[in-house]
């Protein structure tokens, strides 16, 4: 039916334990060359996301989030798969230097206020146990490193990003992609289950 009016959304409704097999068929009988699906039961109306995106970018690091963010402000309407349930406390980064400071006053002033008031100001590093640099030496107005925890970094990021009506797909795994002349389908799977969930893309972002 979908094919014969054309229709390139459809919504199908039925009960909760055909969802799968349904879904199957769709995949196995290249219907999604056709038209986009959403099968739900009754009781999931309320929960219905769309699944199409132009960007999906695979983790919820700084590097991520930062991009999506630009990303959405261009009004380029971005996922982000995370496959980590909660963010780590974990840090493998621990400051900011002036350059990104000074990138983060010209494109995102406000969010440049939050790491400022969030982070330490340090004019001092040091080299092995010999030597002192003096960072106040900077040509810049940021003669200084922020000193920040990546964990910190990425609440801000993610705040914000969320602020601005986007979403990290939390517990959701990058899995694969498949690359046509039109258009990216990329599949993620939900906490290492062996279902995927296919989402149409422009474009996808890896990150290693």
């Keep these: 039916m979908a094919r014969l009016f054309g229709a390139k959304n459809v919504l199908f409704l039925t009960k909760k334990k055909a969802i799968d097999s349904i879904m199957s068929d769709f995949w196995d009988f290249g219907f999604d060359s056709s038209f986009n699906i959403i099968v739900c039961n009754n009781e999931s109306m309320h929960k219905i996301e769309s699944n199409n995106f132009d960007v999906v970018i695979d983790g919820a690091g700084p590097v991520g989030l930062l991009a999506a963010i630009n990303l959405h402000k261009a009004g380029i309407k971005t996922a982000i798969f995370e496959k980590q349930k909660v963010r780590s406390n974990l840090s493998r980064a621990l400051v900011i230097h002036a350059g990104t400071l000074e990138l983060l006053e010209e494109t995102h002033p406000d969010l440049l206020q939050k790491f400022l008031s969030e982070g330490k100001k340090l004019q001092q590093g040091h080299l092995g146990e010999k030597y002192i640099v003096d960072l106040s030496l900077i040509e810049s107005k940021y003669n200084f490193i922020l000193a920040i925890e990546q964990n910190d ?32 389908l990329s599949n993620s799977r939900r906490n290492k289950s062996r279902k995927l969930t296919r989402h149409q893309n422009r474009w996808c972002k890896y990150q290693h």
Excluded: H, N, P
């Design 153 to 184: 970094s990425e609440k801000i990021l993610e705040e914000y990003f969320e602020s601005l009506g986007g979403k990290v797909w939390r517990g959701y795994e990058f899995f694969d992609a498949e690359i046509s002349s039109k258009k990216v």
